[in-house]
T-cell receptor, first 111, second 112 residues
Framework: LAKTTQPISMDSYEGQEVNITCSHN???????ITWYQQFPSQGPRFIIQ?????VTNEVASLFIPADRKSSTLSLPRVSLSDTAVYYC????????????WGAGTKLIIKP | NAGVTQTPKFQVLKTGQSMTLQCAQD?????MYWYRQDPGMGLRLIYY???????DKGEVPNGYNVSRLNKREFSLRLESAAPSQTSVYFC???????????FGSGTQLSVL
């Protein structure tokens, strides 16, 4: 099972683009990369998932280089409400029960 | 659309007491999960249920039991609570093992 490494914390300011990088050197060929967001006193919420290159949805983009040993979650024009913990997870399809959750990255957005 | 509902939201127990955490989902999901989250840490899987009628141990099952009562409901029981079980407990569900997880809002449990 691939493990991930993320920064423990990051700060940014409203209106800025925030990039959170996750390292997963031992990623397997069939592993996907998934990001979740967790606000205080709430359960995590799915943000985005990808396998390679770039994936974009209404809230974020996920950039995955060709070697797939890292990935970057990009949050455009953040606001105070984006203050949360962000988790990077790596796992094969059909393996929710095998996902390893690290401590995540605590993102603090300042006014 | 309520999603995943957990009860209670808060609970204080004395060592040795028992209790059951309830979880229900209204999304017709097949798979359900129980996690615990300790301060400053990620989630750890306690038990999961791939589908109605099946349950399996996760990473930290000791001291817990589960029941998949029907497709909607998945309960977690602490038979004899210990201070080490003080944690926030999250229930989650997904359509299948390869679909995204939907989480409840958690139960904050303190064992004194």
């Amino acid at each position: 099972l691939a493990k991930t490494t993320q920064p423990i914390s990051m700060d940014s300011y409203e209106g800025q683009e925030v990039n959170i990088t996750c390292s997963h050197n031992n990623i397997a060929t069939n592993d996907y990369i998934t990001w979740y967001q967790q606000f205080p006193s709430q359960g995590p919420r799915f943000i985005i998932q990808g396998y390679k290159t770039k994936v974009t949805n209404e809230v974020a983009s996920l950039f995955i280089p060709a070697d797939r040993k890292s990935s970057t979650l990009s949050l455009p024009r953040v606001s105070l409400s984006d203050t949360a913990v962000y988790y990077c997870l790596v796992g094969a399809p059909d393996s929710n029960y095998q996902l390893i959750w690290g401590a995540g990255t605590k993102l603090i957005i300042k006014p | 659309n309520a999603g995943v509902t957990q009860t209670p939201k808060f609970q204080v127990l004395k060592t040795g007491q028992s209790m059951t955490l309830q979880c229900a989902q209204d999304m017709n999901h097949n798979s359900m999960y129980w996690y615990r989250q300790d301060p400053g840490m990620g989630l750890r899987l306690i038990y999961y249920s791939a589908s109605e009628g099946t349950t399996d141990k996760g990473e930290v099952p000791n001291g817990y039991n589960v029941s998949r009562l029907n497709k909607r409901e998945f309960s977690l029981r602490l038979e004899s609570a210990a201070p080490s079980q003080t944690s926030v407990y999250f229930c989650a569900s997904s359509g299948s093992f390869n679909e995204k997880l939907f989480f409840g809002s958690g139960t904050q449990l303190s064992v004194l």
